[in-house]
């Protein structure tokens, strides 16, 4: 009996001990930033401006405006967890086709932008931050908030406490609670620092939102948005559900630039 236990204890130590690790090394589980040289050179087949954004306690963040002549309005995107603009800039040329300006930015620690993030508030308070510079260029009216796969969180609190004229969510999450559990039900819910509620901020919402999503993504599971954030929407709503879609790649999905070409127009 007493070997019994001391197993029991040695166990209970090593749980308790990997609940304090993931505590404390969430940033490094959830996001995967690439850093790019001050310097460094952007190459695109289409014009753009690169912008800095002061955020409230000083720190620069890097974003990239992507225009065209007699443009409808604004695609404002928050992009995945991993990579930098080096990359996700590529996805500017599906909406400027359509007529539309985009803006993408950089999270802190990612690409030019400075600093590291530490918190879920801090996360919002940037976007709000980066939002509200946006808002001084285009008519609120005229912003689609945009957000992929980490990026929908934030798109939905953005769109949720502002007036953007529409929201659209790539492979989104019904809160990153949820996929903890998902993914790893031995953990208790209490020590993560991102929860991430988008249910709660799609409800909240009054723009029109559409949420694609790939029936077949290995990331974030598809019931998240097919059953879950579906529940959610409203009336006038919609889930668009991508055939064979995985979590990459869905902005070149033919089907993805149909229907959001007939939303955009």
């Not at 405006?65 to 603009?85: C, M, P, Q, T, V």
């Not at 019931?223 to 668009?240: G, H, N, R």
Request: charged content about 20%; aromatic content about 14%; proline content about 5%.
């Amino acid at each position: 009996m007493k070997i019994i236990w001391k197993i029991a204890g040695i166990l209970l130590l090593f749980y308790v001990a990997v609940c304090i690790l993931v505590y404390f090394i969430q940033e490094h589980l959830l996001f995967f930033p690439k850093k790019l040289p001050a310097d460094y050179s952007f190459h695109f087949h289409q014009p753009f401006e690169e912008q800095q954004i002061r955020m409230n306690d000083g720190t620069l963040l890097h974003g990239l405006l992507f225009k065209r002549d007699s443009a409808k309005g604004l695609i404002f995107y928050l992009h995945g967890n991993a990579g930098a603009l080096d990359t996700w800039g590529e996805v500017a040329a599906t909406y400027t086709r359509l007529r539309y300006d985009v803006f993408i930015f950089d999270y802190r620690g990612y690409g030019k932008s400075g600093g590291n993030i530490k918190s879920e508030a801090q996360f919002y308070e940037d976007a709000q931050t980066v939002y509200d510079s946006m808002k001084k260029m285009y008519p609120e009216n005229k912003i689609t908030i945009l957000g992929y796969s980490v990026g929908t969180g934030t798109a939905a609190k953005l769109a949720a406490v502002n007036h953007p004229q529409r929201l659209i969510l790539q492979a989104p999450y019904y809160s990153m609670t949820d996929m903890a559990n998902h993914q790893y039900p031995f953990l208790p819910s209490f020590i993560l620092k991102y929860p991430f509620p988008t249910y709660k901020y799609v409800q909240a919402t009054t723009a029109p939102i559409t949420i694609f999503h790939g029936d077949q993504d290995e990331v974030i599971y598809y019931e998240s948005s097919a059953v879950k954030l579906k529940a959610c929407l409203k009336p006038a709503d919609t889930l668009i559900t991508l055939p064979g879609q995985g979590h990459n790649g869905m902005t070149e999905n033919p089907d993805y630039k149909a229907a959001l070409g007939r939303i955009l127009e």
